[in-house]
């Protein structure tokens, strides 16, 4: 199994090295040469195992030699193990043919925690044996950070250092990351937004002296091997709803895009599902795009489900990918028309992309109002990046195909904009509960990329 780059220009690499690498040389995202498949008899064998047994069989065929059999259920059930929650993503009936899948049983409360606890134990394992130590920087709207600090703390072969944008992040998310004690976390608070960390984070990439020196390594959501573990709970969720025997729809609150590219993938596997809908808050660039109307650059609107606050989705250059029939000078053409602000979507590749996803776009006032009509109507309390998933699937359902609506992020991970929609002030579960009392760590950093970079080499535990 080999990885290529989307822009065409980087070597092939196995699982392992796409994984460790992150951000392809050519400035692309690495895409498994061919998908794997799965036959309707297989698909239906999910029926009644164990998460982890269906995250085996899923992932199994990507990773390819980098990991032996036993070694990798392994590294499934030491990732999972922290859960709260027996089934992993457990699915909650909300209406006729209505679900919802419940993400926020990890550890940090997001389902970032799916993809990351498992990133975690396999660079644990693959740099142990590689006697290899990495450098992992971040860049987070809050909820890929707190996720990478708890998936990393006190693993012996990696330092890793997050940058959020400085007040944009709820209090639970910083203190997600401020509060572990282990010294080879840092949590940066950057001034600038979510777009600004993000553009740091690729200029480390872009400079090749300090990505080699302090042996870069990325987790963000253009990570291969986070998109990867995020394919699973698309086929247990169908699966326990009748699949591959009936199709299912799913809606999946969008930012980076990498959650719904996961449904994407499932789907290319085999796995029947009739529509992935698109939902954005009121940064709604994604949505503009699936309609028609190109994709461009504006301001960021900070919003109450800030982990969607973006205008530079990058998981979206995969999905182009495909659209373009995998031509990789044609999307690195759209890309450096990204950084003048936009580029015009090609028809040929606009039908593929419709072909495949929905889209919707929610406001501020939408939002809350469904998080209270949510727990009238079904005592379900959402976090407001659910919020948009579910209003956004209730216009786009279908009778007869059952609707999966992802829920993101535990409501406690937002108390502030659900106790405002509800009057309800969502509590912390109790493993969590004295997460308010406990000292924080945290540096303030200019944005600036010399400065960051001379704070990440002067801080590595190396
Ligand atoms: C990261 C995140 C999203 C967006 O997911 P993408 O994979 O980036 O599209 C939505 N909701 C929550 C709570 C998140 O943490």
């Known amino acids: 199994m080999h990885y290529i780059s989307t822009r065409g220009a980087a070597p092939l690499l196995t699982f392992e090295e796409a994984m460790l690498t992150g951000l392809a040389r050519d400035g692309g995202l690495y895409v498994p040469e061919i998908i794997p498949q799965l036959s309707p008899a297989e698909i239906a064998a999910f029926e009644g195992q164990p998460y982890e047994e269906v995250a085996y069989r899923v992932m ?106 400085h007040g944009r992040i709820s209090e639970v998310q910083r203190r997600q990351m401020t509060t572990p004690t ?71 609150p969008t930012g980076n895009f990498g959650d719904i590219f996961a449904g994407y993938i499932a789907k290319r596997m085999g796995l029947p599902i009739d529509r992935l809908v698109v939902a954005t808050n009121q940064n709604d660039i994604l949505h503009r795009c699936l309609s028609g109307q190109g994709y461009h650059k504006g301001a960021t609107q900070p919003s109450i489900s800030p982990s969607m606050d973006i205008q530079v989705s990058s998981n979206f250059e995969r999905a182009l990918f495909d659209a373009y029939d995998r031509d990789g000078k044609a999307v690195a053409q759209l890309m450096e028309e990204l950084k003048a602000g936009g580029f015009e979507v090609s028809q ?24 209270k009509t949510l727990l009238d109507t079904t005592g379900e309390l959402l ?30 991970k937002f108390p502030d904009a659900v106790a405002a929609a509800t009057g309800v002030h969502p509590p912390l579960p109790p493993r969590m509960a004295d997460l308010y009392d406990r000292p924080e760590r945290v540096t303030r950093v200019p944005n600036d990329l010399g400065a960051l970079m001379d704070h990440i080499k002067g801080h590595r535990l190396t």
Not at 122 to 144: E, H, K, N, P, W
Not at 391 to 403: E, L, Q
């Open 60 to 165: 199994r065929p990507f990773v390819g030699d980098s990991f032996g059999d036993t070694e990798f259920r392994e590294i499934i059930d030491r990732a999972y193990a922290g859960f709260g929650h027996a089934a992993r993503a457990p699915l909650v009936q909300l209406d006729q043919g209505h679900f919802l899948l419940e993400l926020f049983h990890g550890p940090t409360l997001a389902f970032k925690d799916f993809a990351m606890q498992l990133i975690g134990q396999m660079f644990q394992t693959a740099l142990g044996r590689r006697g290899d130590r990495v450098t992992i920087v971040g860049a987070t709207s809050g909820d890929t950070g707190s996720a990478a600090i708890e998936a990393f703390r006190g693993l012996d072969n990696v330092d890793v250092f997050i940058l959020y944008p």
């Open 182 to 252: 282990e010294s080879n976390v840092h949590a940066l608070a950057m001034d600038g937004d979510f777009d600004d960390c993000q553009a740091r984070l690729k200029d480390m990439f872009n400079d090749f002296d300090f990505r080699d020196g302090v042996g870069l390594a990325g987790v963000n959501s253009i990570n291969w091997g986070r998109v990867l573990a995020q394919v699973v709970y698309f086929f247990t969720s169908a699966v326990a709803l009748g699949a591959p025997h009936r199709k299912v729809s799913f809606t999946v």
């Open 348 to 371: 040929g590749a606009m039908q593929v992309l419709q072909s495949h996803y929905s889209s919707g776009a929610v406001s501020e006032d939408e939002t809350s109002a469904t998080i």
């Open 383 to 412: 976090c407001p990046h659910s919020a948009v998933g579910v209003k956004v699937a209730g216009d786009r359902r279908v009778a007869g195909t059952p609707m999966i609506t992802l829920a993101t992020a535990h409501p406690a």
